[in-house]
Antibody
Framework: EVQLVESGGGLVKPGGSLRLSCIASGFTFTTYAMNWVRQAPGKGLEWVSSIGNSRNSIFYADSVKGRFTISRDNAKNSLSLQMNSLRAEDTAVYYC??????????WGPGTMVTVSS | QSVLTQPPSASGTPGQRVSISCSGSSSNIGSNRVSWYQQLPGTAPKLLIYRNDQRPSGVPDRFSGSKSGTSASLAISGLRSEDEADYYCAAWDDRLRGRLFGGGTKLTVL
């Protein structure tokens, strides 16, 4: 079964850091680009970052550029998002998403990040 | 405010046909393909339409997509109660060098 499972969410103070992870299974991880998409409580979807299948291309939304770093370990079928200098507006459910030819075809269940003092 | 503009809400009665619009610009919808996602309450989004008008396997043919110029549209025919969900359009933006989502449309089946 094709599956993505996120972990690492939690409560963090403003200015703090958190590292999210996503483990992929059921498909050839190295074939796909991967993304992080977030959704603030009661709000819509916001794309956060993407990484090519061989780490050859990385993009960030302006709202997280310079604070978040996306990475992947193809040997471990894992995707990560290092989040620094967190702000209240970063509070959201973070989804790990597989991308196939610009199509977000598989989504994980999400992990909640709360930034609050 | 999203760069891709969707109506915040839409509604219809069972059996009706409803349409949800997504308006963008030349740097996103005008030059890239559009996809649509359905998010049922309390769940992760699910791919509904890709490459403007293609349906993944398992998506009923009641759902259809189209694109013209800098706008796209999702149509749902034979509306059913289980279609009640939030719907999002998405496209790559060449100028912003990033993926955009529309603000989402909450569909209510009356």
């Amino acid at each position: 079964e094709v599956q993505l499972v996120e972990s690492g969410g939690g409560l963090v103070k403003p200015g703090g850091s958190l590292r999210l992870s996503c483990i992929a299974s059921g498909f050839t991880f190295t074939t796909y680009a991967m993304n992080w998409v977030r959704q603030a409580p009661g709000k819509g979807l916001e794309w956060v970052s993407s990484i090519g299948n061989s780490r050859n291309s990385i993009f960030y939304a302006d709202s997280v550029k310079g604070r978040f770093t996306i990475s992947r370990d193809n040997a471990k079928n894992s995707l990560s998002l290092q989040m620094n200098s967190l702000r209240a507006e970063d509070t959201a459910v973070y989804y790990c998403v597989r991308e196939r030819d610009e199509i977000f075809d598989i989504w994980g269940p999400g992990t909640m990040v709360t930034v609050s003092s | 405010q999203s760069v891709l503009t969707q109506p915040p809400s839409a509604s219809g009665t069972p059996g009706q046909r409803v349409s949800i619009s997504c308006s963008g610009s030349s740097s996103n919808i005008g030059s890239n393909r559009v996809s649509w996602y359905q998010q049922l309450p309390g769940t992760a989004p699910k791919l509904l339409i890709y490459r403007n008008d293609q349906r993944p396997s398992g998506v009923p043919d009641r759902f259809s997509g189209s694109k013209s110029g800098t706008s796209a549209s999702l149509a749902i025919s034979g509306l059913r109660s289980e279609d009640e969900a939030d719907y999002y359009c998405a496209a790559w933006d060449d100028r912003l060098r990033g993926r955009l989502f529309g603000g989402g449309t909450k569909l209510t089946v009356l």
